[in-house]
């Protein structure tokens, strides 16, 4: 079945410091993808829509300055925590929406952890 | 504003025990329903989906799910669980015309042999 592979699983950084998560399809192209984040004991909170080759769309209330999203190809899209503080230590996972028949494929998820 | 409740937030039970898992959701219009099954250290996965069509949906692994329109519910049910199916489970919902998933707070549950 269809791959979405994010990397990495966790990483900690110091506070301030800038943090790149990568989310790939493996076998099929996704002209759209959505990262979410997820505190402790809540739910999966969508942060922003990206699409191939445009600006990607924000959720009210997400900063597009601090979380930067680069769609640049079908099968990448990235998410870079610019500036990251311990307020934005949470787990981050991406999903992939499949063009060919429209299935959704999650990746496994990026732990941060900022110090 | 769409919003999903997932009443028990975690679950134990033996093997062969009876599974039911609440969800309500609030939205007016038409929307598509799914159950999302992270198993321990996997990605989510899809576990069934609900479009159009019989409310009774099938799963894999043999989970079922009813959606009830008048309750706003679409309840996640299994008749013997396994120690297996110890996962998190999250109930997911969007409206119609729009591809964003609104998420429940999901359900912990741990089967014992």
């Known amino acids: 079945g269809a791959v979405v592979s994010q990397h990495p699983s966790w990483v900690i950084c110091k506070s301030g410091t800038s943090v790149k998560i990568e989310c790939r399809s493996l076998?099929?192209?996704?002209?759209?993808m959505f990262w979410y984040r997820q505190f402790p004991k809540q739910s999966l909170m969508l942060m922003a829509t990206?699409?191939?080759?445009?600006?990607?769309?924000?959720e009210q209330g997400v900063e597009k300055d601090k979380f930067l999203i680069n769609h640049a190809s079908l099968t990448l899209s990235t998410l870079t925590v610019t500036s990251a503080h311990p307020e934005d230590s949470s787990f981050y996972i991406c999903?992939?929406?499949?063009?060919?028949?429209?299935?959704?494929?999650f990746g496994s998820g990026t732990q941060l952890s900022v110090l | 504003a769409q919003s999903v409740s997932q009443h028990n937030h975690h679950v134990i039970l033996s093997e062969a025990a009876s599974l039911e898992l609440g969800c309500n959701y609030s939205?007016?219009?038409?929307?598509?329903l799914f159950w999302y099954v992270q198993y321990p250290g996997q990605h989510l996965q899809l576990l069934l989906k609900?479009?159009?069509?019989?409310?009774l949906v099938k799963g894999i692994k043999g989970f079922e799910a009813e959606f009830i329109k008048s309750k706003f519910s679409f309840n996640l049910r299994k008749p013997s669980v396994q120690w297996s199916d110890t996962a998190e489970y999250f109930c997911?919902?969007?409206?119609?015309?729009?591809?964003?998933?609104?998420f429940g707070t999901g359900t912990r549950l741990q089967v014992f042999p």
């Open positions: 999903s992939a929406r499949d063009f060919g028949d429209e299935k959704l494929f």
């Open positions: 997911a919902v969007n409206s119609y015309n729009t591809d964003k998933l609104i």
């Open positions: 609900y479009f159009s069509g019989d409310p």
């Open positions: 076998d099929f192209q996704a002209t759209t």
């Open positions: 939205y007016g219009g038409t929307v598509n």
């Open positions: 990206s699409n191939e080759g445009s600006k990607a769309t924000y």
